[in-house]
Nanobody
């Protein structure tokens, strides 16, 4: 059974950087993609970035140019380099593994996604 564990969160000032990691134990199916989402209490889940099945990186408009997603397929780790952080980036960041064509569907993510428990990022102004 695959298990995802996030790390790297913390508290930084606006303009700072953090690097999140999501380590997978077990074997991720070859037709799965991995990505990052974030949640704020009282608000819905927001897609941040993911690696598509062609290897390209897809970003939310709010993080383009500031965040970089990458994946080490040997170590089975997904990374999220976050630069020029803003207070609006404060959230619980969670990684997910799911069939690639389900990455954009909330219902499929809930039913079929393998989720980590998340790592908290706090950005102060």
């Amino acid at each position: 059974q695959v298990r995802l564990v996030e790390s790297g969160g913390g508290s930084v000032q606006a303009g700072g950087s953090l690097r999140l990691s999501c380590a997978a134990s077990g074997t991720i199916r070859s037709d799965y993609c991995m990505g990052w989402f974030r949640q704020v209490d009282g608000k819905g889940r927001e897609a941040v970035a993911h690696i598509a099945n062609d290897g390209s990186a897809i970003y939310a408009d709010s993080v383009k140019g500031r965040f970089t997603v990458s994946q080490d397929n040997v170590k089975m780790i997904l990374y999220l380099q976050m630069d020029r952080l803003e207070p609006e980036d404060t959230a619980l960041y969670r990684c997910v593994a799911v069939y690639c064509d389900m990455m954009a569907d909330d219902y499929d993510l809930d039913v079929f996604g393998i989720w980590g428990r998340g790592t908290q990022v706090n950005v102060s102004s």
